[in-house]
């Protein structure tokens, strides 16, 4: 079983559509939880920084961190064409050994 | 303020041969970690050097090493190369190997293997 999974999609959503995007985990120890963006043969940018169970919202973007069912998610209000990309969740407990999820690909259709 | 840099953007070796892929940590950042990113997954952790010394290391066989610099700047050398080995390779930064700051990527070197 790996440490993190994440249904790699892809997603297909019509512009102005919410998106949520998942990740399931399996080391309780975890204790920090990130979403990064990846666009097509970059690098990822870090979108969302939580470290605690429950929401933290920035703009259209939601991370929502559900300790007890390891369970994480990524909400996207309004989803514009921009938002097109793979979606990684990351996590890590102590340390700086980052464990990435498989991405999730979304296409948002103007 | 300069992010995460790395050099080449794009590399393509043979099997048996051996590479050097170089990344220059974002504006005060002590702590670099490498990551392999295979096509259609995530990254994977390889390895991570603070104060010039392997901190700490993912599951990849010693035929991956690497170093750091005084400046902070890294090398990741891969030996004897497979053609499992391409992939993107990724350069990530943070402050202090000990926190849990978060890292910041740069662009990637892709590798391909033939």
């Known amino acids: 079983q790996k440490e993190v999974e994440q249904d790699p999609g892809p997603l297909s959503v019509p512009e102005g559509a919410i998106v949520s995007l998942n990740c399931t985990y399996s080391?309780?120890?975890?204790?920090?939880f990130m979403w990064y963006r990846q666009y097509s043969r970059k690098g990822p940018e870090l979108l969302m920084y939580?470290?605690?169970?429950g929401n933290k919202e920035d703009g259209r973007f939601t991370a929502q961190v559900d300790k007890s069912s390891k369970y994480i998610s990524l909400f996207i209000r309004d989803s514009q064409p921009s938002d097109s990309a793979t979606y990684l969740c990351a996590m890590l407990w102590g340390g700086n050994q980052f464990y990435f999820g498989t991405g999730t690909s979304l296409t948002v259709i103007p | 303020d300069a992010g995460v840099t790395q050099s080449p953007t794009h590399l393509i070796k043979t099997r048996g041969q051996q590479v050097t892929l170089r990344c220059s940590p974002k504006?005060?950042?002590?702590?670099v970690s490498w990551y392999q990113q295979a096509l259609g997954q995530g990254p994977q952790f390889i390895f991570q050097?603070?104060?010039?010394?392997?901190?700490q290391r993912g599951n990849f066989p010693d035929r991956f090493s690497g170093h750091q610099f005084p400046n902070y700047s890294s090398e990741l050398n891969v030996n004897a190369l497979l053609l499992g080995d391409s992939a993107l390779y990724l350069c990530?930064?943070?402050?202090?190997?000990?926190?849990?700051?978060?890292?910041?990527f740069g662009p990637g070197t892709r590798l391909t293997v033939l």
């Open positions: 050097y603070y104060e010039e010394e392997e901190r």
């Open positions: 990530a930064s943070s402050l202090d190997w000990r926190s849990t700051d978060t890292q910041y």
């Open positions: 504006s005060g950042h002590d702590t």
């Open positions: 939580t470290y605690s169970s």
């Open positions: 080391n309780s120890a975890f204790q920090y």
